[in-house]
């Protein structure tokens, strides 16, 4: 299983980002994909999941408004769209992948575990004031 993150870079306050991952070695279209970040000194944070078998989505409320994810089964690419950046965004952003979408809202939802699930590198996304 691999995923691997692209799209970050440094953008001003109001700004936006198309984050990717590329991803191969698993069953795309029945898993689910978590977007993830954590910035310096803080925890990792579930902002995001997408069951790619029902498009079944969640979003933590500090992103709701702002972030989209979609994916593309064909490619198996799934893509995190970060609008109306704040500079509490900043961050190294994670693309995950683990078999449903339950667990994913599970671990987001402050149960579940990390030991499950495959990850990428991540990609760094800077807000400027």
């Known amino acids: 299983v691999q995923l691997v993150e692209s799209g970050g870079g440094l953008v001003q306050t109001g700004g936006s980002l198309r984050l990717s991952c590329a991803t191969s070695?698993?069953?795309?279209?029945?898993?689910?994909i978590g977007w993830f970040r954590q910035a310096p000194g803080k925890e990792r944070e579930a902002i995001s999941c997408?069951?790619?078998?029902?498009?079944?989505?969640y979003f933590t409320d500090s992103v709701k408004g702002r972030f989209s994810v979609s994916s593309d089964t064909g490619l198996k690419t799934a893509s995190l769209q970060v609008s109306r950046l704040k500079p509490e965004d900043s961050a190294v952003y994670y693309c995950?992948?683990?078999?449903?979408?339950?667990?994913?809202?599970?671990?987001?939802?402050?149960?579940?575990?990390?030991?499950?699930?495959?990850w990428g590198r991540g990609t760094q996304v800077t807000v400027s004031s």
């Open positions: 997408l069951g790619n078998r029902d498009n079944s989505t």
């Open positions: 995950a992948a683990i078999r449903s979408f339950f667990l994913c809202f599970d671990l987001a939802s402050g149960g579940g575990e990390y030991g499950r699930w495959f």
């Open positions: 070695g698993f069953d795309f279209g029945d898993w689910a």
